[in-house]
């Protein structure tokens, strides 16, 4: 391997290597060009490209693709090879700036929520010259945006992009009534931490559930799980390190800041953290980092999971989304100060979180709502589904003192307190103890967004925050903007305390598990939206349609289709699962415990040919229970494909998605519950998948 340094980047088409290859007068236009935000001239787009060519030919690149992400949530590619034809016999090797800019993909598989007809097929993809293009597996992948033929967006990109083109506008608004005249662009900075599971590829082949779902189906609680927190942070076993290292030096070639990996809380899980980085480079590298992990996954023998919660009774797999607000001169927005214009600064934009949270904890949910990530919320050290904010003591007792007018020492002295005047004490960042049940945890100089599953693109939730935040700067500056300069520091003061005093109910430091907290939540008007089902539709309510539009980030008319996209996803996932049991069941396990029964009733009736006086009372039991087990897993299949064949139609997609989980989720459990009875009482022998004994403990 290579050193590290020179590793690092090594297949990424970074500024670096702009500055080498192309001349100064395009670099400079180049990089105008990304700051303005116009069109690149032919001319320009024409060296680049030809650059770019050059550069990845000599790293062994045969073709080139526009790298995008549609609403499947993960990448898509088509590759065209470098090759061009200059008679019958010769080609050369050749990509203009026409090919860079802009691609023409078939959109019309590709979910679009009734945005274009099926036989509409056209949709472009078009550079986004703020991402890096890359080299994957001899492909020069061109990272880029993706929209139909009328405009529409039909990607995950998109909206982040313009969600932060609205972050920054309004927070430079605020900047700028703050006195701060030298900041030219605040962008919202992300470190994605992604936990996953490794099993064994020979058990995961011969699992149809994971195969077909990414999750375990059925399954026997194993003797030990999680129980004896052996694993976390546990010495990495020979096989899954040399995982990590190949993980982490391939990730470093694309430019990916790869910091840390260990074990994480349940058998056979993992983590891997990034190091910040802005919103539109983390979602590139978070995406890229999930492929990698599950191809270098198959050359160890491996198979990465990254479903929200493969596993029933262990715990689930999230992406901590680390968010901050950052300046273009390296100024931490979230950082706490000390001296009164840092307090003021920090306190306006820490009550703007605190303010957007509250107002919209049903958007919060929704960002991170899934079929999957239904099953991991609410335990097993996942947030729970009601949003709230952890500030910890010290934090929360601060703005409690601001609030009312006093100043806090931590000792209890009050005398008058003033924004902007009196210095907030200050304080480490590891002041206050984590909290591992909070959705939306403060931790210094950034919020820990807890909720996301593990599967889930960075793009939507971080579109989510961007936007949300940006609308409430964007009513404190309409506030402030109308305030006479001298009259400022009292009407910023008066500001965050109102603020404050009408949002604070968003602010929980206990436990987030307790049914006291639902009790207390629903007291406080705080929403608990326990299901996906009920949480999408709030992605389309008018005021969210408010919010989006008014901001630019979306349409009206590609809100209705994305609400429409993720209500149809869930089903399709619990629909895909429903028949994954159903084969399971009737296929191979009910086959497998009818001979299992078959075989003891054999030997029972060998037993007593030989001696007749025999009682036989294990084998007979068993035989009875599995009996049993047998008739009512023939009744519950049966309920089951009845309850699929009843599916609505000609209904919206929420209905349909309120049918799924209402009538077929409660419909699998039922069938689960016998089989894993079934499975504790067989023979290993003759259980026909691998046990959670073996998936979790093998390596």
């Known amino acids: ?229 052996d694993h976390y942070y546990g010495a990495i076993k020979p096989r899954i390190a040399a995982y990590m290292k190949e993980l982490d030096e391939e990730l470093w070639k694309l430019g990916v800041f790869a910091k840390t990996r260990h074990n994480e809380a349940a058998p056979a899980q993992h983590e891997l953290a990034l190091v910040y980085t802005s919103t539109n480079t983390a979602n590139d590298h978070n995406q890229l980092s999930m492929e990698t992990m599950k191809n270098v996954a198959l050359k160890h023998g491996l198979f990465c999971l990254l479903h929200e919660k493969p596993f029933a009774g262990v715990s689930g797999s999230g992406k901590h989304n680390n968010w901050s607000l950052s300046t273009n001169d390296g100024v931490n927005l979230l950082e706490p100060g000390n001296s009164p214009a840092e307090n003021a600064q920090f306190l306006i934009f820490l009550t703007a979180v605190i303010k957007a949270v509250d107002l919209h904890q049903d958007l919060i949910r929704m960002s991170v709502a899934s079929a999957g990530n239904d099953h991991r919320l609410g335990a097993n050290e996942a947030p729970p589904a009601i949003v709230s904010i952890f500030l910890g003591d010290e934090l929360t007792e601060i703005l409690e003192s601001i609030e009312k007018g006093i100043a806090y020492d931590g000792l209890g002295a009050k005398t008058e307190f003033e924004i902007g005047v009196h210095t907030l004490p200050h304080f480490p960042k590891d002041t206050t103890d984590r909290n591992r049940t909070s959705p939306f945890a403060f931790t210094g100089n950034k919020f820990e967004f807890r909720m996301p599953g593990s599967n889930l693109s960075v793009a939507g939730p971080n579109m989510v925050l961007n936007t949300i935040v940006a609308d409430t700067l964007r009513e404190f500056a309409d506030i402030l903007e109308q305030t006479e300069p ?122 007593k040919t030989v001696c007749p006086d025999l009682d036989c009372d294990m084998e007979l039991k068993v035989i009875k229970k599995l009996s049993g087990c047998l008739d009512k897993m023939y009744a519950l299949s049966e309920k089951l494909e009845q309850a699929e064949n009843n599916v609505p139609k000609k209904v919206s997609a929420q209905q349909v998605a309120v049918y799924y989980r209402d009538n077929i989720l409660s419909a699998m459990n039922e069938l689960r519950a016998v089989a894993d009875t079934a499975e504790a009482n067989m023979s290993s022998a003759d259980w026909p998948y691998p046990t959670y004994g073996d998936l979790l403990f093998s390596i």
Request: charged share 25%; aromatic share 8%.
């Open 1 to 229: 391997m290579s050193k590290i340094p020179e590793l690092f980047g090594s297949m990424v088409f970074n500024d670096d290597v702009m500055r080498n290859r192309l001349p100064s007068n395009v670099y400079k236009a180049l990089h105008k060009t990304i700051a303005n935000g116009k069109t690149l001239d032919i001319d320009v787009a024409n060296t680049v490209a030809n650059a770019m060519k050059e550069w990845a030919v000599e790293k062994g690149a045969t073709h080139f693709t526009h790298w995008f992400l549609p609403m499947t949530g993960i990448t898509a590619e088509k590759h065209e090879s470098f090759i061009t034809p200059i008679d019958d016999c010769h080609i050369i090797m050749d990509f203009s700036g026409k090919e860079l800019i802009k691609g023409e993909p078939d959109a019309s598989s590709f979910p679009s929520g009734g945005l274009r007809a099926t036989f509409e097929a056209r949709g472009y993809t078009a550079w986004d010259p703020t991402s890096y293009a890359f080299i994957k597996d001899g492909s020069l992948c061109i990272p880029t945006v993706f929209c139909s033929y009328g405009g529409e967006a039909l990607d995950k990109k998109t909206p982040l992009l313009l969600s932060v083109e609205a972050i920054n506008t309004q927070a430079i608004r605020i900047l700028r009534l703050l006195g701060n005249t030298k900041a030219k662009r605040v962008t919202p900075t992300v470190g994605p931490e992604q936990e996953y599971f490794l099993v064994d590829k020979e058990l995961f082949d011969r699992r149809k559930d994971l195969i077909y779902c990414g999750r375990t189906l059925l399954g026997a609680k194993p003797p030990k799980g999680q129980d004896v927190s």
């Open 486 to 607: 001298e009259k400022m520091r009292s009407a910023m003061n008066s500001l965050i305390r109102k603020t404050i005093k009408e949002h604070k109910r968003i602010i929980f430091n206990g436990d987030g598990y307790s049914e006291e907290w639902v009790r207390e939540a629903s007291r406080r008007g705080l929403l608990n939206l326990t299901t996906s089902v009920d949480a999408l539709p709030f992605f389309s309510s008018k005021k969210s349609i408010e919010l989006f539009t008014s901001h630019k980030v979306f349409t009206e008319k590609e809100i209705y289709s994305r609400t429409e996209i993720l209500t149809e996803a869930y089903s399709k996932t619990v629909n895909v699962e429903a028949l994954t049991m159903l084969d399971m069941i009737k296929h191979d396990i009910m086959p497998a415990v009818s001979g299992y029964t078959a075989k003891l009733s054999a030997a029972v009736a060998a037993k």
